[in-house]
């Protein structure tokens, strides 16, 4: 079983919206709920880059390209992390991930988030 199981993403036309769900099924609920959480991005031939975070007292930061667009969220009792994307664009086109922040070496599949007319 992975540790982080990413899901939700799909194909949408631009100014769509889609709500990202992550599980991490073998973190120990103690420790997710010390750790910060969250959400990365990566398209082919780019480095993986960090789109926003969330502390255990749900202090939130994104990236400048998302801001006012994305919203993460955390829920402690299911050991889940979201990410709400809004008015999406052809280049937030990406496979999106969840992790810890700093990451943990082990990496989930991914959910492939595709903005296209």
């Known amino acids: 079983q992975m540790k982080f199981l990413e899901s939700g993403g799909g194909s949408v036309q631009p100014g769509g919206s889609l709500r990202l769900s992550c599980k991490a099924s073998r973190m120990i609920t103690s420790t997710f709920n010390s750790v910060v959480m969250g959400w990365y991005r990566q398209v082919p031939e780019k480095q993986r880059e960090l789109v926003a975070t969330?502390?255990?007292?749900?202090?939130?930061n994104y990236a400048d390209f998302v801001k006012g667009r994305f919203t993460i969220s955390r829920d402690a009792t299911r050991k889940s992390v979201y990410l709400q994307m809004n008015s999406l664009k052809p280049e937030d086109t990406a496979v999106y991930y969840c992790?810890?922040?700093?990451?943990?070496?082990?990496w989930g599949q991914g959910t492939q988030v595709t903005v296209r007319g």
């Open positions: 969330i502390s255990a007292g749900r202090s939130t």
């Open positions: 992790n810890t922040v700093p990451s943990d070496d082990e």
